[in-house]
């Protein structure tokens, strides 16, 4: 271990707020820069401007799914208005505990889509890439988006119980019996592919 | 040969036990007042749970606590429940006491006493712990802390709200300070001086007994609960100002223990 | 129970202890001023049923700021009580009973005293049970299971407060130590919620406690021992429970940088932390609790038991003015009842 590190205590004062500016697991107080974690706190100089205090933690942050980011779900369930989603992964973090998502039809595609149908888009088990667009209301928990060329299901299971393969923005195919199924299909991104 | 087991050769008229039970203590030698019972904390104790932590005071209290960083909150109950909920995250508290935990005869875990005073404990951690946490971060979720009381030799809330902070803060949750508690009393007599962390005969026999837990750091007081025979203003202030100082004294322990629990944490990594 | 004796008469304490203005209404009286209310109370009550009022930044801000000039929003200073309305006899099937209406508040509490066992610990005392029911009535929220939680809260609350020795004498109670004693049990119904339960549930408590009426009994032993207990053929011939050392609660909310006594529903919505304290009519503070979610400055919180006090004393002189003068009218009172 580095003994140069230094480590804190939520509600440890670091620094005056005109001398860095305040980072990731920090708040801010009557001028004053103090930690909200327990963690080790790093202090990065940038080119230009203060040098930003953070506290960071070993574990991987408790992120929580918010508005604008891409999350990793698995389909639970559809109805002919929406699908019931559990959202498993932030970006690439996973969650430590599941949040449900609802992602409605008219917020499947981002064309026609008065034409769109909740069956022909997911099937239950299916994996899909989603975005936030809100943190619902009263009555629904998270609603998210597939209304775009990189999102949409990335991996599903056919009939026979052999994964797919996309064969066009709309529908995929089993290798074994060759049928076809219609979802809808995410390009994904060159950056979500591990192999 | 065989016992008659329906048949109980008792007296007609019984009483209960404790009507005859010895008055134990009342002579111990007087405490010095401004002596802490030592604190016993560690972090991070529990492998399963976000956070843990472990409190015990040397007369013989014991709390273990977990905590578990934000989940997905229960579908809310009515409309203004929801809008509170997509504002901030909702901590929950649950406080149990062991079956064991306490002398005399076992309480009955169901029982309606038990579970009033369960309720009442974990209410009062609430109030004393919501003000820790930076619960606008959280929208849409809950924090679960769970405390175990394990044995009850007096100062329990007090425990509980200093194990409870550490655990919150061990699972890593944004957290504005951690809250330390302390509890006193004063006995019957007039002459009587407050004495810091009473064991449990003590707070049995005194007149007036305070809790209170502080956020050290920010020296705000995030609970305050007192009963017993009236006072003035001034007495509850002095008493207040006496706790609070034992809640600096003690903040050191914890903020130690914390800051172990992370390193042991990052040299596992 | 006996022919029984009601007023209803305002109560009300501004400024601390400086005056308490009371005024005697008779039953038409207060009817005609009811009526000319009427429009007006209409509206608030309905205001009143949505627990949970929704306020904007700008309100709050609004409030906050008027807190700061010691000028609340419906003209109040910063220690001064609403007018509270107290009527006391208003159940007949109870030993004791009371309504408080402070503000849109407005409380109802029952006493029954009925025969039980002593408590083992403490053999020749009677007990009180509390009880607070959040009936769907307050608020919709407290439908099913919603008002347990503040229902418990209350409770725990009273019992604590009066846990402490000599709050009532509970050795009066009992009838034979370690067999009989009196147990009285104190319902409080919410009726409409409108801020600052707490204050108006024990001033609605000490007034039901004051008019409770237990029957005298008297305990009969023949040679063999055994006993027997003969309840007065005299209905007058009850035990009166002396209530001068009832304490009454205080919250004081914060709200800002300072605190008010007696916060309406909106200002609650703008304190996130308050201080209830039960103070006796002597001005000693018996118990003290902070509720909320935010947490208070040291200072704060010995200003606040100082006001607590002061205002509760004078809360004391008040209600026990109004108290006496409804049990001087004796049975020539009328009742005025919940539509009077």
Known sequence: MDPSERFCVPGERLCSAEEATAGSGTYTRHGFIFSSLAGCVEKTSEESGLPVVSVVRDSDPQLLPDVGVVVTCKVCSINSRFAKVHILYIGSTPLKSIFRGTIRKEDIRATEKDKVEVYKSFRPGDIVLAKVISLGDSQSNYLLTTAENELGVVAAHSDAGMQMVPISWCEMQCPRTHTKEFRKVARVQPEFLQT | MPVDHRRLCGPEESHAPALWAAEEGGDESPRDPWALRPLFARAAVLSQADGSAYVELSGGTKVLCAAWGPREAPEPPTAAAAAAALRMGRLQCDFRRAPFASRGARRRPGSTAERDAERDLAAALRTALEPTLQLERYPRTRLLVSVLLLQDEGSVLAAAISAGALALADSGVQMYDLAVGCALCRGPDPSAAWVLQPGEAEERRAAVRLTVALLPALNQVSAVQGAGSGGTPEDWAEALCFGLDACYRLYPVLRQSLLQATCRRRRAM | MSERRATLRRLSCSNGA??????????????????????????????????????????????????????????????????????????????????????????????????????????????????????????????????????????????????????????????????????????????????????????????????????????????????????????????????????????????GYRHVVDATLEEEACSLASLLVSVTSKGALTSIKKVGRGSLDPESIFEMMETGKKVGKALHVALQKILDEEESLGTSRQKVGFLG
């Not at chain 3, 919410?190 to 008297?218: E, H, M, Q, Y």
């Not at chain 3, 305990?219 to 063999?224: A, K, M």
């Not at chain 3, 011939?237 to 004081?252: A, F, G, K, S």
């Open chain 3, 18 to 255: 400086s005056h308490c203005s009371r005024l005697l209404e008779g039953t038409a009286a207060s009817r005609e001023r009811r009526k000319r209310k009427g429009l007006s109370a209409v509206r608030r009550e309905e205001a009143g049923s949505m627990a949970a009022v929704v306020l904007s930044e700008p309100e709050k801000l609004y409030i906050v700021h008027g807190v700061q000039e010691d000028l609340r929003v419906d003209g109040r200073g910063c220690e001064d009580y609403r007018c509270a309305e107290v009527e006391t006899d208003v159940v007949s099937n109870t030993s004791g009973s009371a309504r408080v209406k402070l503000g849109n508040t407005d409380i109802l509490v029952g006493v029954k005293a009925e025969m039980g066992t002593p408590k083992i610990e403490k053999p020749d005392e009677g007990y009180l049970e509390f009880c607070v029911d959040c009936s769907a009535n307050a608020t919709p929220e407290f439908e099913g299971r919603g008002g347990e939680e503040l229902g418990t809260e209350i409770t725990s609350t009273f019992y604590t407060v009066f846990s402490s020795e000599n709050s009532v004498d509970l050795k009066s109670l009992c009838i034979n130590p370690r067999e009989h004693c009196w147990v009285l049990y104190v319902d409080v119904l919410l009726l409409v919620c409108g801020g600052n339960l707490f204050d108006a549930i024990s001033i609605a408590v000490k007034a039901a406690l004051f008019n409770t009426r237990i029957p005298k009994v008297r305990v009969l032993e023949d040679e063999e021992g055994s006993k027997e207990i003969e309840l007065s053929d005299d209905p007058y011939d009850c035990i009166r429970l002396n209530v001068e050392n009832v304490p009454l609660i205080v919250t004081l909310s914060k709200i």
